[in-house]
Protein backbone atom coordinates (compact mmCIF):
# COMPACT_ATOMS: atom_id res chain seq x y z
CA UNK A 1 0.00 0.00 0.00
CA UNK A 2 3.19 2.50 0.74
CA UNK A 3 4.59 1.05 -2.17
CA UNK A 4 1.52 1.83 -4.62
CA UNK A 5 1.12 5.36 -2.73
CA UNK A 6 5.06 6.12 -3.73
CA UNK A 7 4.57 4.95 -7.11
CA UNK A 8 1.55 7.47 -7.72
CA UNK A 9 2.95 10.40 -5.67
CA UNK A 10 6.10 9.49 -7.97
CA UNK A 11 4.41 9.47 -11.24
CA UNK A 12 2.11 12.83 -10.62
CA UNK A 13 5.64 14.94 -9.88
CA UNK A 14 6.86 13.15 -13.07
CA UNK A 15 4.26 14.42 -14.96
CA UNK A 16 4.69 17.83 -12.98
CA UNK A 17 7.98 17.91 -13.73
CA UNK A 18 7.29 17.30 -17.42
CA UNK A 19 4.60 20.17 -17.61
CA UNK A 20 6.84 22.43 -16.24
CA UNK A 21 9.80 21.57 -18.51
CA UNK A 22 7.35 21.95 -21.35
CA UNK A 23 5.94 25.51 -20.04
CA UNK A 24 9.72 26.64 -19.64
CA UNK A 25 10.32 25.36 -23.20
CA UNK A 26 7.33 27.06 -24.69
CA UNK A 27 7.18 30.11 -23.02
CA UNK A 28 10.45 31.52 -21.64
CA UNK A 29 12.41 31.30 -25.30
CA UNK A 30 9.94 33.76 -26.92
CA UNK A 31 9.37 35.78 -23.69
CA UNK A 32 12.86 36.36 -23.47
CA UNK A 33 13.05 37.42 -27.20
CA UNK A 34 10.06 39.94 -26.74
CA UNK A 35 12.11 41.42 -23.30
CA UNK A 36 15.21 41.82 -25.22
CA UNK A 37 13.41 43.26 -28.56
CA UNK A 38 11.65 46.35 -26.11
CA UNK A 39 15.01 46.85 -24.24
CA UNK A 40 17.15 47.31 -28.11
CA UNK A 41 14.60 49.43 -29.53
CA UNK A 42 14.72 51.71 -26.38
CA UNK A 43 18.21 51.72 -26.38
CA UNK A 44 17.76 52.49 -30.09
CA UNK A 45 15.59 55.54 -29.32
CA UNK A 46 17.88 57.06 -26.71
CA UNK A 47 20.93 56.58 -28.53
CA UNK A 48 20.11 57.79 -31.83
CA UNK A 49 16.79 60.33 -31.21
CA UNK A 50 14.88 59.36 -34.16
CA UNK A 51 11.79 61.56 -35.05
CA UNK A 52 8.72 60.80 -33.00
CA UNK A 53 6.55 60.20 -35.84
CA UNK A 54 9.27 58.01 -37.14
CA UNK A 55 9.74 55.59 -34.25
CA UNK A 56 8.16 56.01 -30.92
CA UNK A 57 10.26 54.64 -28.08
CA UNK A 58 8.64 51.60 -26.12
CA UNK A 59 7.92 53.84 -22.95
CA UNK A 60 6.29 56.65 -24.94
CA UNK A 61 3.92 53.74 -26.34
CA UNK A 62 3.25 52.69 -23.57
CA UNK A 63 2.43 56.15 -21.64
CA UNK A 64 0.03 56.85 -24.49
CA UNK A 65 -1.47 53.26 -24.11
CA UNK A 66 -2.27 54.13 -20.59
CA UNK A 67 -3.67 57.62 -21.11
CA UNK A 68 -5.95 56.85 -23.82
CA UNK A 69 -6.88 53.41 -22.25
CA UNK A 70 -10.52 53.71 -22.08
CA UNK A 71 -10.76 54.93 -25.76
CA UNK A 72 -8.73 52.39 -27.23
CA UNK A 73 -10.10 49.59 -25.86
CA UNK A 74 -13.60 50.93 -26.95
CA UNK A 75 -12.70 51.25 -30.78
CA UNK A 76 -11.02 47.49 -29.99
CA UNK A 77 -14.18 46.15 -29.18
CA UNK A 78 -15.94 47.61 -32.11
CA UNK A 79 -13.07 45.69 -34.43
CA UNK A 80 -13.53 42.57 -31.89
CA UNK A 81 -17.29 42.96 -33.08
CA UNK A 82 -16.72 42.51 -36.76
CA UNK A 83 -13.85 40.37 -36.25
CA UNK A 84 -16.11 37.44 -34.30
CA UNK A 85 -19.15 38.16 -36.34
CA UNK A 86 -17.11 37.73 -39.34
CA UNK A 87 -15.49 34.49 -38.20
CA UNK A 88 -18.94 33.06 -36.72
CA UNK A 89 -20.23 33.61 -40.34
CA UNK A 90 -17.25 32.38 -42.89
CA UNK A 91 -16.41 29.44 -40.57
CA UNK A 92 -20.15 28.29 -40.33
CA UNK A 93 -21.06 28.18 -44.20
CA UNK A 94 -17.35 26.59 -44.78
CA UNK A 95 -18.29 23.63 -41.99
CA UNK A 96 -22.16 23.18 -43.77
CA UNK A 97 -20.42 23.91 -47.33
CA UNK A 98 -17.94 21.18 -46.05
CA UNK A 99 -20.51 17.92 -45.16
CA UNK A 100 -22.24 18.44 -48.87
CA UNK A 101 -18.73 19.36 -50.76
CA UNK A 102 -17.49 16.05 -48.90
CA UNK A 103 -20.27 13.55 -49.99
CA UNK A 104 -19.25 14.14 -53.90
CA UNK A 105 -16.33 13.66 -55.61
CA UNK A 106 -17.89 15.83 -58.85
CA UNK A 107 -18.58 19.02 -56.16
CA UNK A 108 -15.16 18.93 -54.25
CA UNK A 109 -13.11 18.46 -58.12
CA UNK A 110 -15.34 21.80 -58.94
CA UNK A 111 -14.63 23.79 -55.70
CA UNK A 112 -11.85 22.46 -54.32
CA UNK A 113 -9.63 24.41 -56.97
CA UNK A 114 -11.89 27.40 -56.93
CA UNK A 115 -11.74 27.50 -53.37
CA UNK A 116 -7.60 27.45 -53.28
CA UNK A 117 -7.51 30.58 -56.16
CA UNK A 118 -9.91 32.65 -54.42
CA UNK A 119 -8.04 32.47 -51.02
CA UNK A 120 -5.22 33.77 -53.01
CA UNK A 121 -7.11 37.01 -54.13
CA UNK A 122 -5.11 39.59 -51.57
CA UNK A 123 -7.53 41.56 -48.92
CA UNK A 124 -6.64 44.80 -50.21
CA UNK A 125 -8.15 43.73 -53.65
CA UNK A 126 -11.25 43.12 -52.12
CA UNK A 127 -12.29 45.51 -49.70
CA UNK A 128 -13.22 48.42 -51.69
CA UNK A 129 -15.52 46.11 -53.87
CA UNK A 130 -17.14 44.95 -50.17
CA UNK A 131 -17.56 48.77 -49.50
CA UNK A 132 -19.66 48.79 -53.00
CA UNK A 133 -21.60 46.11 -52.49
CA UNK A 134 -22.40 46.22 -48.71
CA UNK A 135 -21.93 49.74 -47.68
CA UNK A 136 -19.17 51.26 -45.79
CA UNK A 137 -20.50 50.07 -42.14
CA UNK A 138 -19.92 47.36 -40.15
CA UNK A 139 -21.44 44.69 -42.88
CA UNK A 140 -18.41 45.50 -45.50
CA UNK A 141 -16.10 44.80 -42.64
CA UNK A 142 -17.75 41.26 -41.53
CA UNK A 143 -18.59 40.04 -45.25
CA UNK A 144 -14.75 40.48 -45.98
CA UNK A 145 -13.92 38.53 -43.13
CA UNK A 146 -16.22 35.92 -43.78
CA UNK A 147 -14.89 35.49 -46.79
CA UNK A 148 -11.10 35.00 -45.35
CA UNK A 149 -12.76 32.25 -42.59
CA UNK A 150 -14.84 30.62 -45.31
CA UNK A 151 -12.01 28.54 -47.53
CA UNK A 152 -9.79 27.98 -45.39
CA UNK A 153 -12.65 26.12 -43.04
CA UNK A 154 -14.32 24.12 -45.70
CA UNK A 155 -10.51 22.80 -47.27
CA UNK A 156 -9.54 21.95 -43.86
CA UNK A 157 -13.08 20.79 -43.06
CA UNK A 158 -13.26 18.74 -46.25
CA UNK A 159 -10.15 17.21 -45.86
CA UNK A 160 -10.65 16.21 -41.85
CA UNK A 161 -14.45 14.41 -43.51
CA UNK A 162 -12.37 12.11 -45.60
CA UNK A 163 -9.92 11.13 -43.14
CA UNK A 164 -11.22 7.44 -42.04
CA UNK A 165 -10.54 4.92 -44.50
CA UNK A 166 -12.73 2.81 -46.38
CA UNK A 167 -12.33 -0.14 -43.90
CA UNK A 168 -13.21 1.97 -40.94
CA UNK A 169 -16.38 2.78 -43.19
CA UNK A 170 -17.54 -0.66 -44.21
CA UNK A 171 -16.78 -1.75 -40.56
CA UNK A 172 -19.19 0.72 -39.28
CA UNK A 173 -22.08 -0.32 -41.81
CA UNK A 174 -21.39 -3.95 -40.78
CA UNK A 175 -22.57 -3.10 -37.58
CA UNK A 176 -25.81 -1.29 -39.49
CA UNK A 177 -24.70 2.04 -39.00
CA UNK A 178 -26.73 4.63 -41.09
CA UNK A 179 -24.98 7.56 -42.48
CA UNK A 180 -26.00 9.96 -39.54
CA UNK A 181 -24.38 7.26 -37.77
CA UNK A 182 -21.42 6.81 -39.53
CA UNK A 183 -20.88 11.12 -39.92
CA UNK A 184 -21.72 11.40 -35.91
CA UNK A 185 -19.96 8.78 -34.43
CA UNK A 186 -16.28 8.25 -37.44
CA UNK A 187 -16.14 11.16 -39.99
CA UNK A 188 -17.14 14.34 -37.52
CA UNK A 189 -14.73 13.54 -34.87
CA UNK A 190 -12.09 12.40 -36.74
CA UNK A 191 -12.51 16.35 -38.68
CA UNK A 192 -12.48 17.76 -35.34
CA UNK A 193 -8.42 18.36 -35.61
CA UNK A 194 -8.60 19.49 -38.41
CA UNK A 195 -11.03 22.20 -38.24
CA UNK A 196 -9.73 23.47 -34.97
CA UNK A 197 -6.56 24.23 -37.23
CA UNK A 198 -8.71 26.00 -39.40
CA UNK A 199 -10.35 27.80 -36.31
CA UNK A 200 -6.68 28.92 -35.41
CA UNK A 201 -5.74 30.02 -38.65
CA UNK A 202 -9.18 31.99 -38.97
CA UNK A 203 -8.99 33.76 -35.12
CA UNK A 204 -5.82 35.51 -36.14
CA UNK A 205 -7.21 36.57 -40.38
CA UNK A 206 -10.15 37.57 -38.69
CA UNK A 207 -8.53 40.53 -36.59
CA UNK A 208 -6.45 41.32 -39.94
CA UNK A 209 -9.17 41.23 -42.68
CA UNK A 210 -11.43 43.52 -39.90
CA UNK A 211 -8.36 46.13 -39.76
CA UNK A 212 -7.39 46.43 -43.19
CA UNK A 213 -10.79 46.54 -44.11
CA UNK A 214 -11.72 49.48 -41.95
CA UNK A 215 -8.42 51.76 -43.87
CA UNK A 216 -10.81 51.77 -46.55
CA UNK A 217 -13.79 54.08 -44.54
CA UNK A 218 -15.76 54.09 -41.87
CA UNK A 219 -16.39 55.64 -38.32
CA UNK A 220 -13.43 56.63 -36.30
CA UNK A 221 -14.27 54.53 -33.93
CA UNK A 222 -13.10 51.20 -35.03
CA UNK A 223 -9.20 50.14 -34.71
CA UNK A 224 -8.56 50.45 -38.80
CA UNK A 225 -9.49 53.86 -39.10
CA UNK A 226 -7.70 54.81 -35.71
CA UNK A 227 -4.73 53.64 -36.62
CA UNK A 228 -5.26 55.38 -40.86
CA UNK A 229 -5.57 58.44 -39.07
CA UNK A 230 -3.28 59.06 -36.27
CA UNK A 231 -0.36 57.93 -38.71
CA UNK A 232 -1.60 60.30 -41.26
CA UNK A 233 -1.32 63.12 -39.21
CA UNK A 234 2.11 61.79 -37.59
CA UNK A 235 0.49 60.89 -34.15
CA UNK A 236 2.26 57.30 -34.49
CA UNK A 237 2.62 56.69 -30.79
CA UNK A 238 -1.25 56.61 -30.77
CA UNK A 239 -1.19 53.96 -33.66
CA UNK A 240 1.22 51.71 -31.94
CA UNK A 241 -0.84 51.75 -29.08
CA UNK A 242 -4.04 50.68 -31.25
CA UNK A 243 -1.62 47.86 -32.72
CA UNK A 244 -0.70 46.87 -29.24
CA UNK A 245 -4.56 46.47 -28.61
CA UNK A 246 -5.10 44.69 -31.80
CA UNK A 247 -2.45 42.07 -30.81
CA UNK A 248 -3.78 41.69 -27.71
CA UNK A 249 -7.51 40.33 -29.23
CA UNK A 250 -6.33 38.61 -31.67
CA UNK A 251 -3.94 36.64 -29.28
CA UNK A 252 -6.71 35.88 -27.02
CA UNK A 253 -9.20 34.73 -29.47
CA UNK A 254 -6.65 32.40 -31.31
CA UNK A 255 -5.73 31.03 -27.20
CA UNK A 256 -9.62 30.69 -26.34
CA UNK A 257 -9.57 28.57 -29.61
CA UNK A 258 -6.54 26.70 -27.92
CA UNK A 259 -8.68 26.14 -24.94
CA UNK A 260 -11.81 25.35 -26.72
CA UNK A 261 -9.85 22.68 -28.30
CA UNK A 262 -8.55 21.15 -25.72
CA UNK A 263 -11.66 21.22 -23.93
CA UNK A 264 -13.40 19.15 -26.35
CA UNK A 265 -10.32 17.14 -27.66
CA UNK A 266 -8.41 16.35 -24.59
CA UNK A 267 -7.18 13.08 -26.32
CA UNK A 268 -5.57 14.87 -29.24
CA UNK A 269 -4.16 17.51 -27.50
CA UNK A 270 -2.70 14.79 -25.20
CA UNK A 271 -0.69 13.31 -27.99
CA UNK A 272 0.33 15.60 -29.48
Known sequence: MVNS?????MTRGSAGNVDSRRWQASILPPLLVFVVVLAVWELGVRIFQPPTFLLPAPSEISRTFFANFTELWTYGFNTFREAVAGFALGCGLGILVAIVVARSEVLSSVLLPFAVASNSVPIVAMAPLAIVWFGIDEGSKIAIVAVMCFFPTMVSMVRGLRTPSPAQVS???????????IFRKLRWPAAMPFLFNAFKICATLSMIGAIVAEFFGGSVKFLGVYIKTEANILRTQNAWAAIIVACILGLSFYFAIVLLERKL???FTEEN
Open 265 to 267: MPW
Open 171 to 181: LMRSYAANEWQ
Open 5 to 9: EWLTG
